[in-house]
Nanobody, 126 residues
């Protein structure tokens, strides 16, 4: 089914948000599920991924602050975001793709993902 993100909103710097992506399932043994973010006029950037064996990848700028997780039973992908900074403000998208590309740098390649949600907006300002 389609991917549907939610949980975005406006927070102050240092605050927290948890994003959800419903419909996060895959019929394949190997898959990669990833949160991306995009600022208007810029490229979509991979933030955090989780693969079928539970392994994760994080962009350097969010490592230690963001946590990605997958509730397979409820087909929901999460992104827990702590210590938010103004630089984290963007529209966040979840994407899924088949294959083992999350074992290497390809997890950051937008074109490897075949399903996308519509995005949820995160604003960080005082």
């Amino acid at each position: 089914g389609p991917l549907v993100e939610s949980g975005g909103g406006s927070v102050q710097p240092g605050g927290s948000l948890t994003l959800s992506c419903e419909g996060a399932t895959s019929p394949y043994i190997n898959y990669c599920m990833t949160w991306f973010r995009q600022i208007a006029g810029e490229e979509r950037e991979a933030v955090a991924s989780i693969r079928s064996d539970g392994g994760t990848n994080y962009h350097d700028s969010v490592s230690g602050r963001f946590t990605i997780s997958l509730d397979s039973a409820n087909a929901t992908l999460y992104l827990q975001m702590n210590s938010l900074k103004s630089a984290d403000a963007a529209t966040y998208y979840c994407g899924t793709g088949a294959g083992d590309f999350c074992y290497n740098k390809h997890w950051k390649w937008r074109r490897r993902y075949t399903s996308w949600g519509q995005g949820t907006q995160v604003t960080v300002s005082s």
